[in-house]
């Protein structure tokens, strides 16, 4: 199947700080999304992106569908951004469907 | 919009007891998918459906997991008997097609004691 890699694992920042995660992928997708998993456990959705650039406020993302890869820039980052970021693909062509998510970046915004 | 329901959000049950957790998708959306989410393997999609039909259910971890979709707004995820390595939180979520955006419900905690 589909691998999904993010990086970095970790990340303990000072409010305020900027911030770029990366996903990586290893065949073309028809989908990818980025999610924030808040400290209560629901995953909420940034990001559908399968490529182009998208900004939100504080966050955008890039994907690079040609290189597959994908970015997401969190800005002038604040304590309740602080979770745990997935990144998640749907492989393109026939067979399986459904995200396959990467093992997350879990982020630490400090006051 | 209500967005994907479950229920129920918590449950405790003893090992070898039925365990149904429910899913209401958003109206509208044809794809519906049942995900699980561990310390050990993070996310892992379990089944899908399209169209109230069950497309993949590679994911399922054995014979003891069945879901059902009787129509486009209601599925059902079961598991008999119920294990301790069982315990996770499951997703369901929804799209309108396939390989359009997902979106999830708030998860079932299963703690099987």
């Given at each position: 199947g589909?691998?999904v ?8 920042l ?5 911030s770029t995660?990366r ?8 989908n990818?999304?980025?999610f924030?998993?808040?400290p209560w456990?629901?995953?909420i ?17 890039t ?11 969190i800005?002038?980052s604040?304590?309740t951004?602080?979770g ?6 749907d492989?393109?062509?026939g067979?399986a469907?459904?995200l ?12 | 919009?209500?967005g994907?329901?479950?229920?129920p959000?918590?449950?405790v049950?003893?090992m ?5 957790l429910?899913?209401?998708p958003i109206s509208g959306h044809?794809s ?10 993070g ?6 459906f ?12 054995e014979d003891r997991f069945?879901?059902?979709m ?5 599925s059902?995820l ?5 294990e301790?390595?069982?315990?996770a ?8 097609q396939?390989?359009?955006e997902?979106?999830f419900?708030?998860?079932t905690?299963?703690?099987?004691v």
């Amino acid at each position: 199947g589909i691998q999904v890699e993010q990086s970095p694992p970790d990340l303990i920042l000072q409010e305020g700080a900027n911030s770029t995660l990366r996903c990586n992928f290893s065949d073309s997708v028809n989908n990818l999304q980025w999610f924030h998993q808040n400290p209560w456990g629901q995953l909420i959705n940034l990001f559908y992106i399968p490529s182009g650039t998208k900004q939100n406020g504080r966050l955008s993302a890039t994907t690079v569908a040609t290189e597959r890869y994908s970015l997401l820039y969190i800005s002038s980052s604040q304590t309740t951004d602080s979770g745990v970021y997935f990144c998640a693909v749907d492989r393109s062509g026939g067979g399986a469907d459904g995200l396959t998510f990467g093992k997350g970046t879990h982020l630490i915004i400090q006051p | 919009d209500a967005g994907v329901i479950q229920s129920p959000r918590h449950e405790v049950t003893e090992m070898g007891q039925e365990v149904t957790l429910r899913c209401k998708p958003i109206s509208g959306h044809n794809s519906l998918f049942w995900y699980r989410q561990t310390m050990m393997r993070g996310l892992e999609l379990l089944i899908y459906f399209n169209n109230n039909v069950p497309i993949d259910d590679s994911g399922m971890p054995e014979d003891r997991f069945s879901a059902k979709m009787p129509n486009a707004s209601f599925s059902t995820l079961k598991i008999q008997p119920s294990e301790p390595r069982d315990s996770a939180v499951y997703f369901c979520a929804s799209s309108r097609q396939l390989n359009t955006e997902a979106f999830f419900g708030q998860g079932t905690r299963l703690t099987v004691v």
